[in-house]
């Protein structure tokens, strides 16, 4: 033990920069971006590479999980930092102990975040898990239901769409379907996949109508097929990964009509879309809309679910029934200390209608583009949340190394 050297107990935790990716690449798959994120130099809007001290602009934000940029000077304050030192001495099992903090982060989540609407949250840590647990809101809710009508079993089914992205583990395998190399040859559930009629812009409203008709009539005949067992219908206000495919907020009416009618749940998955991407905190506050469980994540660092009181149509839920749906941490406490602090500034600063100022002008820029270059078409955006099209993935792949050649960190999808 003496002879030991003394690198190895250091308390700064923390190597060269020279030395991370041989390091990772020596002990788990490395296949993300080969550049090593300076924390403390990167600023605002601007991610700089350690390696080589190059700045990017950063329009990819961690997928979307950083809400309000790098090193903001509120989140640099003594006493923000003696609060976040503070949580990290140690991880308290949030389900079972409770502390100061979580109790401040919940109340500013309340009272910044939760819409009125949605009377119950639950926390965990990460966005398939948020998933997961609005699956199992849904599946129990049914199930009872159904039970109390005298029929045993059903619910165990949940609608989704094609070129959907809700996860990656149990339940939410079954959703996805962006890529085979995310679910081929893992065991997954044989649920209702429906045809995702995606908006092309400028929108055709006669060619919307008739691919809107035809998802309905597709959801109409898996209800009909199995009326009792299908607990949930669940979509994303604005498919990521599967394209960036935007919905009209017709459409997404007539789910919640389907939902009503059919005693199913209807679950907005906006865990990419959440915490004023969009323009609004929630995307579905601008569509029309009003989900019977939300799941979020991401820019929310904890993640989790909040669900409106549809869910006490049985007293019996998962929300009034100990350890129906729980977890060791409950969401870690790290990421609800920095999330209250994100939303306070966010709330602060006026930074959710600065999204939809900004993305406004962002589109028409965007749209500029597209006039000038055939290749461009689909340009399309909801705040800050933007795409536009190329004629195939090589090509976009192709522009998206020249940005980030010229330092414009950005991403592809679909």
Not at 61 to 84: C, E, Q, V, W
Not at 206 to 226: R, T
Request: glycine share 8%.
């Amino acid at each position: 033990m003496d002879d030991a050297p003394i690198s190895r107990f250091r308390s700064d935790i923390t190597v060269g920069a020279e030395k991370v990716l041989s390091i990772l690449a020596d002990n788990i798959l490395v296949d993300g971006f080969h550049l090593v994120v300076d924390l403390e130099k990167s600023h605002g809007s601007y991610m700089v590479d350690a390696l080589q001290g190059k700045e990017y602009l950063d329009c990819y934000s961690y997928f979307a999980s950083l809400p309000i940029g790098h090193n903001h000077p509120k989140m640099r304050t003594d006493d923000f930092r003696a609060t976040l030192i503070r949580a990290a001495g140690s991880n308290p099992t949030n389900s079972d102990v409770y502390t100061r903090e979580f109790g401040a982060f919940v109340q500013i989540f309340r009272e910044f975040a939760a819409p009125k609407e949605f009377p119950y949250l639950f926390f965990v840590a990460g966005g398939t898990l948020a998933v997961e647990n609005a699956l199992k809101v849904a599946f129990d809710w049914k199930r009872q239901k159904n039970r109390a009508a005298g029929i045993e079993g059903g619910g165990d089914k949940i609608l989704h769409f094609c070129e959907a992205f809700h996860g990656r583990s149990g339940y939410a395998m079954s959703l996805t379907n962006t890529g085979p190399a995310k679910t081929a040859d893992f065991p997954q559930f044989d649920w209702p996949r429906i045809s995702n009629p995606k908006a092309h812009f400028p929108i055709d409203e006669e060619e919307m109508v008739v691919a809107e008709a035809a998802s309905v009539a597709e959801i109409e005949q898996a209800f009909d097929a199995d009326p009792m067992g299908i607990a949930a219908i669940i979509v994303e206000p604005i498919q990521g990964e599967g394209g960036d495919n935007h919905f009209r907020s017709e459409f997404l009416q007539q789910l919640r009509r389907i939902a009503d009618k059919r005693e199913a749940m209807l679950i907005f998955d906006e865990v990419q879309t959440g915490i004023g991407l969009t323009g609004s905190m929630w995307a579905f506050q601008q569509l029309g809309v009003t989900p019977d469980i939300v799941a979020f994540g991401k820019k929310t660092q904890v993640c989790g679910i909040m669900s409106t009181d549809r869910v006490d149509d049985i007293n019996t839920n998962v929300f009034h029934v100990s350890s129906r749906i729980n977890s060791t941490w409950g969401g870690n406490l790290v990421d609800m200390v920095r999330a209250a602090r994100y939303l306070q500034i966010i709330e602060e600063e006026g930074l959710v209608e600065n999204a939809a100022l900004s993305g406004e002008l962002f589109l028409g820029e965007l749209l500029a583009i597209q006039e000038s270059f055939a290749l461009v078409t689909n340009v399309r955006g909801r705040g800050l949340m933007l795409a536009f099209d190329l004629p195939d993935a090589a090509q976009r792949d192709q522009l998206r190394e020249l940005c980030w050649d010229a330092g414009l960190a950005t991403l592809g999808c679909g």
